[in-house]
């Protein structure tokens, strides 16, 4: 089975710090993905990033940032000089193929409020 | 490219009675994903349906179900609401089952 942990269930910063959401992850399987999706109050789950498990780059999307590595089952994200606007819930997914095709299984979500 | 699109967006029912919910896939995608959403379990997977079959299946009573039309839009049908079916709904489409986008979701809220 698998399972996604994110522990951090609420932060609160200023607008232009750093933050780093963790997530955690369990799975048997060898051939994975993970995902990270943003929810805004509108209630729509936007996807951000797609990573497989044989590709352990870090990757660069303008503020955001990810760390993905397999040694502690961890992808985390960063957001760099964060807004306002990047106020959301945010999720952590994985999908393992072999055992269960392209079911996403959630973490629980952290709450992310950044203030003026 | 137009997104995904749920319709109808919010939903009021009665304890006992059944709802259908619609979901459009963006334009290409052959797979469609089933969520529900809720304070107190998050994110669920209920099923996903791959060029007009099942393809995979959630822990859901057998009072959700679903289908994909050839056209590759999708149905869920909740037959017998209960107060706990209260949920966000939400449809995800993809081109084989990866990178699922969402749509807007449903609202359901059974009284």
């Known amino acids: 089975a698998q399972k996604v942990t994110q522990a951090q269930t609420e932060i609160s910063v200023v607008e232009k710090e750093d933050v780093t959401l963790d997530c955690v992850y369990e799975?048997?399987?060898?051939?994975?993905?993970l995902f990270w999706y943003k929810q805004p109050p509108s209630g729509e789950l936007v996807f951000l990033i797609r990573r497989n498990s044989f590709d352990e780059q870090n990757e660069i999307s303008g503020r955001y940032s990810w760390n993905f590595q397999k040694s502690t089952s961890s992808f985390n994200f960063t957001i760099t000089a964060s807004q306002v606007v990047d106020s959301a819930v945010y999720f952590c997914a994985l999908s393992a193929e072999e055992t269960s095709g392209s079911r996403l299984t959630f973490g629980e979500g952290t709450q992310l409020t950044v203030n003026p | 490219k137009a997104g995904v699109t749920q319709t109808p967006r919010y939903l009021i029912k009665t304890r006992g009675q059944q709802v259908t919910l619609s979901c459009s896939p963006i334009s290409g995608h052959r797979s469609v994903s089933w969520y529900q959403q809720t304070p107190g379990q998050g994110l669920q997977f209920l099923f996903e349906y791959f060029s007009e079959t099942q393809r995979n299946k959630g822990n859901f009573p057998g009072r959700f179900s679903g289908r994909q039309f050839s056209n590759s839009r999708s149905e869920m049908n909740v037959s017998t609401l209960e107060l706990g079916d209260s949920a966000l709904y939400l449809c995800?489409?993809?081109?084989?089952?990866?990178?699922?986008?969402f749509g807007p979701g449903t609202r359901l809220t059974v009284t």
């Open positions: 799975t048997r399987d060898t051939t994975y993905y």
């Open positions: 995800a489409s993809s081109l084989y089952g990866y990178e699922q986008y």
